[in-house]
């Protein structure tokens, strides 16, 4: 057993199987206690939604949670990275983009707790996805760095360009001091595609969603294992083809 950097998403990755949660968190307990492994968490959540997962199922305490898709990075505590925010603002306008979207019927708001002060998000039916490339013209017009990030054909995160997961997890990775050779990123959907691109070890999820696994092939790369489990049980797979277990 060695030290490394986990970062793992929750839904579909982390959580979805509680059998093999309960053996993955016995072996990253043994191995935060030993080798000091740190473990972080990044979700597309809220804070107040990971705190309902979390009532929920049994997950380890962080070392670092980020949420609301790499806009928020929180520390024991529920500690909020100021300069984080601070950083991530730069370009952005929030009211610029509730003022496009409103001309979108076909954008549903998510719940209030999910709309966040560098993330705005909706739910889009498939069939309506059609919809984006008009969006993000009006948006790129009106000279707003954002960007949109469309999951599971459901649900669509309009987010400051820069602050999203890849990004969270480059800047934690500095604050942790972890090389990208010591660093594993672990998703299934398509808002992970920016965890992948950080260029650190990766591990996409049997259960991945069509977008990440098709953005998978055609960006094929030794660093990235795709796996045949699923769920939590997957996250162990790729720990032991890389060595890490
Ligand atoms: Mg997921």
Known sequence: MTQFLLVTDLDNTLVGDDRALAILNQRLTQ?????????????GRSLTSYQQLSSEVTLLEPDV??????????????????????????GWNRDAIVAITQQFP????????????????????AEDAHILPELEAKIKNQGVDA????????????????????????????????????????GDSGNDIAL?????????????????????HKNQSDDRHLAKAHCAAGILEGLQHFGFL
């Open 31 to 43: 191995c935060r206690q030993v080798n000091g492994v740190k473990l972080v968490y990044s979700t």
């Open 147 to 186: 960007q949109l990030i469309y999951s599971s054909n459901q649900d669509l995160d309009i987010l400051s360009s820069r602050a999203n997961k890849g990004n969270a997890l480059a800047y934690i990775r500095q604050v942790l001091n972890f090389e990208p050779d010591r660093t594993i990123a672990c």
């Open 65 to 90: 949670l980020i949420t609301a898709v790499g806009t928020e990075i929180y520390y024991p505590g529920n500690i909020l990275d100021q300069s984080w925010i601070e950083q991530s603002s730069a």
């Open 196 to 216: 992948f691109e950080q260029k650190t070890l990766g591990v996409i999820m049997g259960n991945a969603q069509p977008e990440l696994v098709q953005w998978h």
């Open 106 to 125: 076909q954008l549903v708001p998510q719940p209030k707790s999910e709309q966040r002060t560098l993330k705005v998000s909706f739910l889009l039916n």
